[in-house]
């Protein structure tokens, strides 16, 4: 897999994210490939067309594993996953181990000032079935941006957070919270969702 590439000659080839892909309407959610997290949420999946942000304690506590199932069923339908800034290298093997196509993964390298404007350019082209960002500095204007550059990219955005972000207002239409020991163990609390209030159940993936 190659390290990085042109954003340019990435945002150029937008009948990438036509390919395979199906309408549906704007009030079922993308499957997430995890039953028991569709079941709670309201659109029964990730919010279409929007950003979903993930709060996290720590690089590394699942959170991609959170999304890998959805991730490798676009990429095997054709769709381009796009990864801006990560703060660490992808290991290639574990992608394709997980079903991702790694001829349809870019990782787009940029420095905390450019990364934000990747990531919406990333959103907003309709070149993309999926684009996660890691920005270091993204205040709630520059979420609201994000959340617009997806819904006009028809996209699906996945923002990636530290968990002391949690009390600040966002416009994502999703927020997901991982935490340690929360009640019968570790997992994701959704602290906001679109089409309905947020459940009070936690989802474990290795739980269910």
Known sequence: MQAATSLDSMLAAQTIWHAGRHPAAASEGEPTGHAALDD?????????????????????????????PTLA??????????????????????????GVDLGVLQVIE??????????????????????????????????RRLQVAADSGDCLGFVLRDRKHAANPSPAALRLEYRCNAGDGDGWRVRKCRGGPAPVQAFAPGLH
């Open 40 to 68: 709670l949420l309201p659109q029964r999946g990730w919010p279409r067309r929007a950003l979903t942000e993930l709060l996290l304690p720590a690089d590394g506590i699942g959170e991609l594993a959170l999304l890998m």
């Open 73 to 98: 069923r676009l990429s095997r339908e054709g769709g381009t996953l796009a990864l801006i800034a990560p703060p660490y290298l992808p290991y290639a093997p574990a992608w394709q181990a997980a």
């Open 110 to 143: 940029a420095s905390p000032r450019d990364a934000l404007w990747a990531f919406e350019q990333c959103l907003r082209s309709g070149a993309c079935a999926a684009v996660l960002g890691w920005p270091r500095q993204a205040d709630a204007q520059a979420l």
